[in-house]
């Protein structure tokens, strides 16, 4: 039986079938060890094949799983060269970001959008709580939307708590599978809440089958929208690692840097201190933001290359 995967607690899986029946799923132990190299070998959107393990109890094991057509993955915490599948099979990621309360780094920003750019997932940058928002925020803003806009990523303002702006971000969903994804407390679960009050029952349901009554969100879930599509709500994100990306390509996640790589004197030029190279050239006459280029200085230094 083909199946989806709604929810993942690291031991339990909640799965749904093609006609919509929800099931608790298990691995096979044997399963885990079978050439996986992430932290988790299962993730939500993955899609599997299940066999009934008990009808009664409505529990299935999962058998096998289908090559993912993308994911985004962060690096464990334990081993930064593990991967972790946040979620897979996605059409597109909104990554929230919020100018305070809390405050969203461009750093973090970049790096999300570097993971994306990697995995080939399409990703929209939503800034939250613009209700907050005094003159600094308000100049910040429009200083962040020049940025990310003129290197072809959409920028979209909004605000839950006023509803200003909501409606253009919720009319992105139809028909995609999409992931929420950033800090904790920049609103994703409120955002789900709030375009779709009818989830909450849905939301409590689940956590009711875990036994923790829990609301915050610890574990990444999907939903389906009552209009076509899914979204999937994830725990909120620290600290994003980036995982295998070798210096030498780290440019070619950046768009702006991928379209003059070919116009650098060496073909292995990392943009620091080669000479002709047409990235340097670039920030200096401003086609590339500064902003963007000491991200892509500090996260290049950041990467500890395998040396095996
Ligand atoms: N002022 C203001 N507060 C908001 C807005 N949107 C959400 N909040 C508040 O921000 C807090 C955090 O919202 P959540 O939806 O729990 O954040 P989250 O991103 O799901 O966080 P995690 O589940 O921890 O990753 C809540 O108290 C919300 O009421 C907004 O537009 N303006
Ligand atoms: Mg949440
Ligand atoms: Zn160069």
């Known amino acids: 039986m083909n199946a989806t995967v709604y929810k993942s607690t690291g031991n339990w ?11 608790n799923a298990r691995l096979l132990g044997k399963f885990k060890i079978d050439g996986l190299t992430s932290t988790n070998p299962i993730a939500v959107g993955d899609k599997v094949n299940i066999e009934m393990e008990n009808e009664l109890e409505g529990s299935v094991t999962i058998t096998e799983i289908e090559d993912r057509k993308n994911y985004i993955t962060r690096s464990s915490p334990a081993n930064k060269h593990q991967h972790h599948i946040i979620a897979s099979n996605l059409d597109q990621s909104l990554l929230f970001a919020t100018l305070k309360d809390p405050k969203t780094s461009q750093g973090f920003i970049d790096r999300f959008l570097i993971t994306s750019e990697a995995y080939h997932v399409p990703s ?25 806009e003129a290197i072809g990523y959409k920028v979209l303002s909004m605000s839950l708590e006023t509803g200003d702006g909501v409606g253009a971000v919720k009319s992105l969903l139809k028909d995609k599978v999409t992931l929420l994804s950033g800090h904790s ?22 956590s009711g089958w875990s036994g923790k009554g829990l609301h915050t969100t610890t574990f990444a879930e999907m939903f389906d929208l009552p209009f076509g599509g899914k979204i999937i709500d994830t725990p909120g994100i620290r600290e994003l690692g980036l995982v295998d990306i070798p210096k030498k390509e780290l440019s070619h996640y950046f768009p702006e840097m991928r379209a003059l790589i070919n116009d650098c004197q060496f073909n292995n030029c990392m943009h620091l201190n080669e000479p002709a190279c047409a990235v340097k050239a670039a920030v200096e006459n401003g086609t590339i ?3 963007r280029y000491i991200s ?13």
């Open 13 to 23: 899986y909640i799965v749904k079938d093609d006609a919509g029946k929800q099931f």
């Open 289 to 291: 933001h500064m902003d």
């Open 185 to 206: 407390g920049v609103g994703k679960s409120t955002f789900i809440n709030a375009v779709f009050p009818e989830m909450k029952l849905k939301t409590q349901d689940v």
């Open 296 to 308: 892509y200085c500090n996260i290049l230094e950041t990467i500890h290359e395998k040396t095996y």
């Open 124 to 148: 929209i940058i939503v800034f939250n709580k613009s209700d907050l928002y005094k003159k600094k925020e308000e100049e910040k803003f429009a200083l962040v939307k020049n940025i990310y």
